[in-house]
């Protein structure tokens, strides 16, 4: 097992009247090479589940073992590793640095693994080319439309070949066609090198095209496709219904 | 992380924030470039002022003396005196200014007066120069004062013996009466008597001549008023100075310490045969000179603490920029982070960031400093004033040290944070 999540809770201004849980126990296991699509309404708790999942965060209880190592009792240091070497992510707002171009912007995560500057080089260009801006890598987040800042995210997030991908409502803002070429990347990705993805999103149209269905309200976990052969049709059909 | 490779990433981060590395920098430069002004300029200052004293002659003693009944003579009994303590004392000279306004003239010229020259075309009135001061002293005048001669000869104790009427002429008096001709051996007609000639004195204010009718340059105008002089035998001050007693001496002593014990000597040797025939007043002019160096430091201080004032305040448009700018910073570490980077590679990268900027920054500053200060001190002092290694070293040091300060405080706080908070920050 890749991600065991144990009973995690999210809780922000704990025991006063302005008390929230943005996630209330959520227990959730994912195997390596899996294709997951967390769902919910915009307030769920599927970001704040994202977070957690990606060492952005730390859950205020429960337990979080990734591929074996208890997340939970790490140092700083050790988790910005685990972060660099074990994750990679999309944003739904890109998170590029505007100050660099997409070459740097894609280089940064191999330079703070310690790459040497020549094996970088070829892996910044091949990850470029997976997300087809290999002919822009010189320009800059603001010379480059919503859809090419996303693939250049995407090829930030795979440069290191980390073994999960995870995008948080990564189509978020862009339209549906560019929306779709995004989505066909990160099935590329998991079909052809192996790549867990752990996609969030509140379209179910985007998570129908996933292997597997987990729908999140409340900031509790209501269904799971693993557990209900139904869900996947289900979302399919509201996917359809809704676009 | 390597540091080449964070210093290769602060570099990046500066060329591609070009505002506000620039904005940034022109804090370092605007604090860094008034205290060097500001600070140069108070000590080029106190430079000129202790020029100026040197050039008025250290270690001159001031003596007032004078008998009512004209019973005792005194520039004979002080110079007498002033021989027996040589060991204190290099020379001593009657130095009185005559009050009275003396018409020298030689040919057409008259100084201090305001002539009527025909120039051909028709009459212009042309004030022909400053009214000159003219002294009455001995054949010491010169050592006294700091005075060299630069051609002919001084008065002699044969001139004063037998009151000649001779006099010796300072530089700019001499060029004002004679201009191309050389004074030596001519007759000057003063209150229409007959006077030789005899000798001129080196220039002291630098060879200039010109005056500042404003007066705000009161060292300028005071330097070529040195040069503006007459000096005459004392034993003239019958027929120059309406037949009032020579009264005022000065003693030059050997040093300051020869100053202080000589004051103190001639002083009650002077009581001594003065009695309550007359009074006597003698003062030290190192006295002077230590309050005024008292007031210089007050000064500087003063020029010191607006100069750190400056220096703060480019402190605070550094903080400011970086205010500023704390949000996208704080979005930008937050990416950084979530990508993988530690702690550790973030503060180094913006520690040297900080670094490049203000050492840049503090470069410019200097050479800026440096150009003001030679502006400055070429306008507002006359002089060719460079800024001194310590207070450009000192304020080099402290602004960058500001510059870090600032620079790095919000990266350090923002790297402590969960990356998720600091992606949040808007």
Known sequence: MLIDLKDIYKIY??????????????SLQIDRGEFVAIVGASGSGKSTLMNILGCLDIPTYGGYELDGTDVTELSDRELARIRNREIGFVFQGYNLISALNAY???ELPLIYRGVGPFKREGMVMEALAKVKMDDRSQHRPSEMSGGQQQRVAIARAIAARPPIIMADE???ALDSRTGRHVLEILHTLHEEEGTTVILITHDNSIAATAHRIVRISDGKIVADSKDDKNLQAQVAKEGGAGA | MKFTQAFKMAAKSIAGNKVRSALTMLGVIIGLAAVIILVSYAQGQNQAMREYYESMGQNTIDVNAYVYDGSIDIPTELSN????ISQYVEGVTPNSTI???LTIQYGVHTLGETQEIDMGGGMIMIDTSQRPTSYLASDQFAVCNNYTLAKGRDISFMDIKASNQVCVLGAAVAQNLFGMID?????IDINGMPFNVIGVYKAKGNGVTEYNDEGDNWQEVSMSQMDN???????????LNNNSSVDQYTVKAKDSDSAKIAATLIKSYLTSIVGDMGWVDVYNQGVYQEEEDEANKLQEMFLGGIAAISLLVGGVGIMNIMLVTVTERTREIGIRKAIGAERRSIIIQFLIEAAMICGIGGIIGIIVGYLGTLIVGKLFLNIVLIPGTGITVGAFAISVALGLIFGLYPAAKASKLQPVEALRAD
């Open chain 2, 99 to 101: 009050w009275s306004d």
């Open chain 2, 183 to 187: 004074p030596i051996g001519k007759e």
């Open chain 1, 13 to 26: 201004n704990e025991g006063l009247e302005s008390e929230v849980r943005a996630l209330d126990g959520v």
């Open chain 2, 229 to 239: 002089i007459l000096v005459f035998p004392y034993t003239l001050n019958r027929i």
């Open chain 1, 104 to 106: 740097e912007n894609v």
């Open chain 2, 81 to 84: 005196y002033c021989q027996s």
């Open chain 1, 170 to 172: 990564p189509t978020g």
